[in-house]
Protein backbone atom coordinates (compact mmCIF):
# COMPACT_ATOMS: atom_id res chain seq x y z
CA UNK A 1 0.00 0.00 0.00
CA UNK A 2 1.27 3.49 -0.80
CA UNK A 3 1.28 6.45 1.23
CA UNK A 4 -1.73 8.12 -0.98
CA UNK A 5 -3.67 4.73 -0.29
CA UNK A 6 -3.07 4.81 3.36
CA UNK A 7 -3.89 8.11 3.37
CA UNK A 8 -7.16 7.88 1.71
CA UNK A 9 -7.91 5.37 3.93
CA UNK A 10 -7.40 7.66 7.23
CA UNK A 11 -10.59 7.90 9.19
CA UNK A 12 -9.74 11.69 10.13
CA UNK A 13 -7.69 12.82 7.13
CA UNK A 14 -9.85 15.82 6.91
CA UNK A 15 -11.10 16.18 10.07
CA UNK A 16 -9.25 19.69 11.23
CA UNK A 17 -10.35 21.18 7.33
CA UNK A 18 -13.92 19.71 8.16
CA UNK A 19 -13.53 21.61 11.89
CA UNK A 20 -11.95 24.48 11.04
CA UNK A 21 -14.44 24.73 8.42
CA UNK A 22 -17.29 24.71 10.43
CA UNK A 23 -15.52 26.49 13.68
CA UNK A 24 -14.88 29.48 10.61
CA UNK A 25 -18.49 29.64 8.75
CA UNK A 26 -20.17 29.32 12.56
CA UNK A 27 -17.58 31.25 13.94
CA UNK A 28 -17.59 29.01 16.88
CA UNK A 29 -14.84 29.55 19.69
CA UNK A 30 -11.85 27.52 19.45
CA UNK A 31 -12.66 26.19 22.83
CA UNK A 32 -16.05 24.86 21.84
CA UNK A 33 -14.81 21.06 21.25
CA UNK A 34 -16.08 19.63 18.21
CA UNK A 35 -15.24 15.78 17.85
CA UNK A 36 -16.17 12.87 15.53
CA UNK A 37 -19.86 12.30 17.56
CA UNK A 38 -20.41 15.84 17.88
CA UNK A 39 -24.60 16.34 16.73
CA UNK A 40 -24.49 18.94 14.07
CA UNK A 41 -27.94 19.94 12.32
CA UNK A 42 -30.96 20.58 15.46
CA UNK A 43 -28.00 20.85 17.98
CA UNK A 44 -25.37 23.35 17.19
CA UNK A 45 -28.58 26.57 16.94
CA UNK A 46 -25.74 28.93 14.27
CA UNK A 47 -26.06 25.91 12.16
CA UNK A 48 -29.20 26.85 9.90
CA UNK A 49 -29.42 26.23 6.10
CA UNK A 50 -27.59 28.86 5.23
CA UNK A 51 -24.62 27.58 7.25
CA UNK A 52 -25.45 24.70 5.05
CA UNK A 53 -25.00 26.08 1.78
CA UNK A 54 -21.65 28.22 3.15
CA UNK A 55 -20.12 24.96 4.76
CA UNK A 56 -20.60 23.25 1.27
CA UNK A 57 -19.28 25.85 -0.50
CA UNK A 58 -15.98 26.09 1.14
CA UNK A 59 -15.02 22.41 0.60
CA UNK A 60 -16.27 22.82 -2.99
CA UNK A 61 -13.65 25.29 -3.54
CA UNK A 62 -11.09 23.84 -0.80
CA UNK A 63 -10.96 20.20 -2.01
CA UNK A 64 -11.88 20.92 -5.49
CA UNK A 65 -15.37 18.80 -6.27
CA UNK A 66 -19.03 19.66 -6.94
CA UNK A 67 -21.83 18.50 -4.63
CA UNK A 68 -24.94 17.66 -6.70
CA UNK A 69 -28.72 19.24 -4.71
CA UNK A 70 -29.74 15.24 -4.25
CA UNK A 71 -26.56 14.19 -2.30
CA UNK A 72 -27.26 16.83 0.69
CA UNK A 73 -29.35 15.29 3.02
CA UNK A 74 -29.93 15.64 7.01
CA UNK A 75 -27.85 12.71 7.12
CA UNK A 76 -24.74 14.55 5.81
CA UNK A 77 -25.24 16.85 8.67
CA UNK A 78 -26.07 15.07 11.41
CA UNK A 79 -22.81 14.63 12.75
CA UNK A 80 -19.14 15.65 12.40
CA UNK A 81 -18.52 12.42 11.98
CA UNK A 82 -20.66 12.04 9.33
CA UNK A 83 -19.76 15.27 7.33
CA UNK A 84 -16.01 14.40 7.40
CA UNK A 85 -17.39 10.97 5.65
CA UNK A 86 -18.99 12.95 3.28
CA UNK A 87 -16.18 14.57 2.72
CA UNK A 88 -13.61 12.04 2.45
CA UNK A 89 -16.05 10.10 -0.02
CA UNK A 90 -16.38 13.47 -2.48
CA UNK A 91 -12.34 13.93 -2.38
CA UNK A 92 -11.99 10.14 -3.11
CA UNK A 93 -14.65 11.05 -6.39
CA UNK A 94 -17.78 9.38 -5.09
Avoid: C, H, Y
Amino acid sequence: MNNDTAAADDPLRFFEDVTGVIRQTLQLPDDRPLELDTRLLGDIPEFDSMSVLNVLTEFEERFDFFVEDDEVSGEVFETVGSLLAFVQAKVAGG
